[in-house]
């Protein structure tokens, strides 16, 4: 089975996933402490963070790289993960937000190669990374992303389309989720 690291599609996920990694000094995923995304100027577009609020279900948005907005047309700076995907992807939203949530609870780093995933009716292949940090008593609280668009223009949705049924059939179905990688390490 490969590395964890072989997975990884992009250079800028690889490299983010280097930074992230060169912090973990023998424990499962680094401290907020050990991570500052400004250490990597050159990726700071295509890094987002989501940080678990108390409830232990509840993400809210807190760093979201222009990569990011420029794909999802937003800056969720503030909201609820919920707030920032159900309505743009309402078939995908639980699952989307299952995956978050278990490399949060596993500390187990995910990356997805998702096609025609919606924000704002635009539909776009892009490659996602999420990667655990603790916080200073070890526990997993904030994940560290990387989003990089593939493969050239976002496409716009005619109106007359069901999104709902569009993100089912060319979402769902075309996922090659590459997650779930803590024994590759």
Known sequence: MPA??????????????????????????????????????QLLRHIYMWQLEKDGETLTGRLFGTAYT????????????????????????????????????????????RTNHAFNRRYRAYEGMI?????????????????VPLFGRPTEVPSELDVGRYASEAVVENDAVIGGCKLQR
């Open 4 to 41: 964890f690291r072989d997975v990884i599609y992009t250079e800028q996920n690889r490299a983010i996933y280097d930074y992230w990694s060169s912090r973990l000094g023998g424990k499962a995923a680094p401290s907020r402490g050990e991570i500052d995304p400004t250490d990597i100027p």
């Open 70 to 113: 420029e794909f999802a047309g937003a800056d969720f700076r503030g909201r609820t993960f919920e707030q920032a995907h159900r309505e743009s992807n309402p078939l995908l939203f639980e699952r989307l937000q299952a995956g978050h949530l278990r490399c949060l609870r596993d500390c187990d780093p995910f990356v997805v190669v």
């Open 131 to 147: 990667l655990p940090v603790t916080d200073e008593t070890g526990r997993p609280y904030i994940l560290l992303g990387g989003l």
